[in-house]
Structure formats: structure tokens, C-alpha cells
């Protein structure tokens, strides 16, 4: 009924809903301004999570790509290191969300962010 449709819109829209200040925006209050269970609000933010991963991947591949000689093995060490944090960032996940819910899982999002910057400003690159 409407609880499980309500999660439904939660996870569709934890991006935007999970990072506040405590107390300052309820998750139901978030979930209801961003269109609570309905299904279109649901449907528009996967759309816009799935367009901001391909225009960050055609980015990203385009840098890789075109300061090589070797573009081939960009790409490939592009693919691995992208599909291996993926892969240690849902494993961390998990646990995250058994222990503190989508806050947990919003934090190792913010943790796998906050290591990416820092080692792309530690190389110098940007």
C-alpha cells in the first residue's frame, strides 16, 4: 500500500532527501516536497540520476581518451577502478544501511566523494 510506495520514493530520491542538518527537514516533510509517493517524481529523478552517470562517464572517457598515447589502457584502467570502487562502495553500503538506514549509506557516499577529491587534488589534476 502507500508505505511500500512511499519507500519507493524515498530511495528514488535519497540523493536529495538525505543530506540536511538534523532537525532542520524531516525525511517525510523532504519526500512530501519532492513529490512524496508519486509515481512521476519517482520516474523524473531516476531519469536525472541515470543522465548526470552518463554525462559524467562521456566526461570523464573524453579526458581519459584524448591526453594518451595509449587509449586502450585509459579505458581500461577507467572501466576497473570505476566498476571496483563501485563495488567497495556497495559493499560498504550494505552494512551502512543495516546500522543507520539511508543516513548511513548517504555517509559512505559522502566518504567515497571526500576520498575521490582528495586524491584528484593530491595528483594535481582537475
Same mark, same amino acid.
Given at each position: 500500500g502507500a508505505p511500500q510506495a512511499e519507500r519507493g520514493a524515498h530511495?528514488?530520491?535519497?540523493?536529495?532527501?538525505?543530506?540536511?542538518?538534523?532537525g532542520?527537514?524531516?525525511d517525510r516533510q523532504a519526500v512530501q516536497w519532492l513529490g512524496g509517493h508519486v509515481l512521476p517524481a519517482l520516474f523524473a529523478a531516476a531519469i536525472a540520476i541515470h543522465a548526470a552517470l552518463v554525462a559524467s562517464h562521456v566526461a570523464n572517457q573524453t579526458v581519459a581518451?584524448? &591526453? &594518451?598515447?595509449?587509449?586502450? &589502457?585509459?579505458n581500461t584502467a577507467y572501466v576497473v577502478s570505476g566498476f571496483a570502487g563501485g563495488a567497495l562502495a556497495s559493499a560498504a553500503a550494505g552494512p551502512a544501511f543495516g546500522h543507520w538506514g539511508w543516513a548511513g549509506v548517504c555517509a559512505v557516499a559522502g566518504?567515497?566523494?571526500?576520498?575521490?577529491?582528495? &586524491?584528484?587534488m593530491r595528483t594535481g589534476r582537475r
Open positions: 530511495f528514488g530520491v535519497v540523493v536529495l532527501v538525505e543530506v540536511h542538518p538534523p532542520v527537514l524531516g581518451l584524448t &591526453t &594518451t598515447t595509449a587509449p586502450a &589502457t585509459a566518504v567515497w566523494l571526500a576520498l575521490g577529491w582528495a &586524491t584528484t
